[in-house]
């Protein structure tokens, strides 16, 4: 940190309310179970565990290091806190859960006898995360097995010792609805989530693309990946200016969960994770755009276990090529599908557990980890 910063953080007041953060957090009893969102938009992954974890009596508490409430989030009875990364290796936490990832591993609790990631997304562990992104956690609640198979082929080629996994499902996904009745979607209704990534949608065709699908007269909405918000937004800004005047386009900020999402007849994206939620969640193919592979681990060539993001796509979707005549053509070829289709959506959903249940199976494991005392 800065001295700028430093001078900042301490005359702004905030060094005193963390501090007094910690101290009654510090004040809690052992076995304290801390669940941990650098940013609010993580919480949703993060929600349905929670609250089980209250129903079921557990000492749970939540902490972001975000102070801007950018979620609607439930009343809950959970204790919520706004702590800072640098201080959470100071909470006195038994077992410290989180679904962020680029956290430095020397900010989690000392104290902790388990540091468990939760997924935030269902795409793979061995692509798009950096090299050391999973390094510090001790255990994983995986969304399927091929999350499992990656993250042991990583330590594998790390040289380091297994860790372990329990197939839990996707946090997210007991949020979200499990069918989807045919008045619930918009009829025209195209929805774009594509991810990041410099030779990504929003860098190469995203204009053409959304001006080719509003002439053949579709309804257009972009949800872009949350990442171009803080990194990228005069992108977007350039982009909805061009369309602003226009009633068909609507963009959605990522920064919140979706609402156009559960009315769009069709989905298009990359190698978003956005995609599979849509398909798994309404039970509809999606189509994928074959733009190039986003890859962040420079380990990737050495895995044998292929991304879902590549493995998948052509078993709940289409894939077409990055062109805007071809995805307007898919879009038409969608419509006039059949959902259910020569698909293997319901066959991928059912080894992803996606039945709501995985708050629930989360909290029994946490209890039984309590209950055995094996964390004071």
């Not at 963390?18 to 179970?33: A, S, V």
């Not at 189509?287 to 993001?309: A, Q, R, Y």
Request: charged share 25%; net charge neutral; aromatic share 10%.
């Amino acid at each position: 940190m800065s001295f700028r910063r430093i001078v900042a953080f301490v005359f702004s007041g905030q060094l005193l309310r963390e501090m007094k953060c910690l101290l009654e957090i510090r004040k809690l009893n052992k076995n304290l179970i801390v669940f941990y969102c650098a940013g609010w938009i993580d919480e949703v992954y993060v929600r349905s565990s929670i609250d089980c974890c209250i129903n079921l009596g557990l000492n749970v508490i939540l902490i972001t290091s975000d102070e801007e409430r950018r979620e609607t989030v439930p009343e809950r009875s959970v204790k919520r806190y706004t702590l800072s990364a640098r201080f959470l290796k100071h909470t006195k936490a038994s077992i410290f859960v989180t679904s962020s990832t680029g956290i430095d591993p020397n900010c989690f609790p000392s104290h902790a006898h388990e540091i468990i990631h939760i997924p935030h997304s269902l795409v793979s562990m061995n692509l798009v995360y950096h090299p050391g992104a999973f390094d510090a956690f001790t255990r994983f609640f995986v969304c399927g097995q091929y999350q499992e198979d990656e993250i042991r082929e990583l330590d594998l080629l790390a040289g380091r010792e297994e860790r372990y996994f329990h197939l839990m499902g996707y946090g997210k996904s007991d949020l979200m609805p499990t069918y989807c009745a045919d008045w619930s979607i918009e009829k025209g209704l195209v929805m774009i989530a594509p991810s990041w990534g410099k030779d990504g949608f929003i860098e190469t065709i995203a204009e053409s693309t959304i001006s080719a699908l509003l002439k053949a007269g579709y309804r257009v909405c972009l949800r872009p990946h949350p990442r171009y918000m803080k990194k990228s937004v005069h992108l977007l800004e350039n982009l909805t200016d061009v369309f602003s005047c226009n009633d068909n386009f609507v963009f959605e900020n990522p920064m919140f969960i979706s609402e156009m999402m559960d009315k769009a007849e069709i989905l298009i994206s990359d190698y978003s994770g956005a995609a599979f939620e849509y398909v798994f969640s309404k039970r509809r193919p999606a189509i994928f755009i074959d733009l190039p592979l986003k890859n962040n681990n420079p380990h990737f060539d050495n895995s044998t276990n292929v991304p879902v993001e590549i493995a998948w796509r052509h078993k709940v979707g289409l894939i077409v090529p990055p062109s805007p005549t071809h995805i307007v053509e898919a879009v038409s070829t969608l419509k006039k599908q059949k959902v259910e289709g020569d698909f293997a959506i319901d066959e991928i959903r059912q080894e992803l557990r996606w039945d709501g249940r995985c708050g629930e199976r989360i909290a029994d494991w946490l209890k039984s980890i309590v209950n055995t005392k094996a964390v004071l």
